[in-house]
């Protein structure tokens, strides 16, 4: 009974949180709104049983991915007015991509259904002997290696355009000079005085 309503709790959160990431005019707000449905669909990782699952959702999603859009958006300029205005320009294309989003939801549904895997195998579809974690990386790194390395490069690639989206050429800045450094000898930066006692004799 816990373990139904508490189902029914996390995905509640989930469902509104999902539909305020994508209605609020606030990017902030958005980006607040999807932490809150990363640590609910944490919850419905734990209840099925699937922990490393759900740690990683903590700790990536929340820890790292998530924090990392809400620096991006709080540093850009961004004009809240003008986002307001430009919403039902936009609208069309967010509904064509709403509906693409849904019909793949479905075929992935009705594929599934499909599929030869047996219903009780379906939420942990793997040996019961082997530790969770221990199933997960034999998976990872033989079945599905090429899908995770192209969720790698995809993860590179959105890595790369934040860094284009921060990237502003600012005057009177000192850049690092690499080459410099690389043949910058010992004795340009260390000089050896006599000195007194201990520590005193060598000067940076």
Request: hydrophobic residues 60%.
């Amino acid at each position: 009974m816990i373990q139904i309503l508490s189902f029914y709790l996390f995905a509640f959160v989930v469902v509104l949180s999902a539909l305020l990431t994508i209605t609020a005019r606030n990017p902030v707000h958005s980006v607040l709104w999807l932490i809150l449905a990363f640590f609910n669909a944490a919850g419905l990782m734990l209840i099925i049983g699937a922990e490393f699952i759900a740690m990683l959702l903590v700790i990536v999603y929340v820890g790292a991915v998530a924090v990392l859009f809400l620096f991006v958006v709080m540093m850009l300029d961004i004009d809240f007015s003008e986002m307001r205005t430009g919403f039902t320009k936009y609208l069309p294309l967010g509904l064509l991509i709403a509906v693409v989003l849904i019909a793949e939801i479905l075929i992935a549904t009705f594929a599934w259904k499909a599929g030869g895997i047996v219903l009780a195998n379906r939420v942990s579809p793997i040996i019961a002997e082997v530790p969770n974690t221990e199933a997960i990386g034999l998976l990872i790194y033989t079945r599905y290696l090429y899908i995770f390395e192209g969720a790698g490069l995809v993860l590179l690639v959105a890595l790369i355009g934040a860094i284009v989206l921060t990237h502003r050429a600012r005057g009177g800045t000192k850049p690092q000079n690499i080459s410099s450094q690389v043949r910058r000898r010992p004795q340009d930066a260390v000089r050896i005085v006599k000195g007194q006692g201990v520590g005193s004799g060598v000067e940076l």
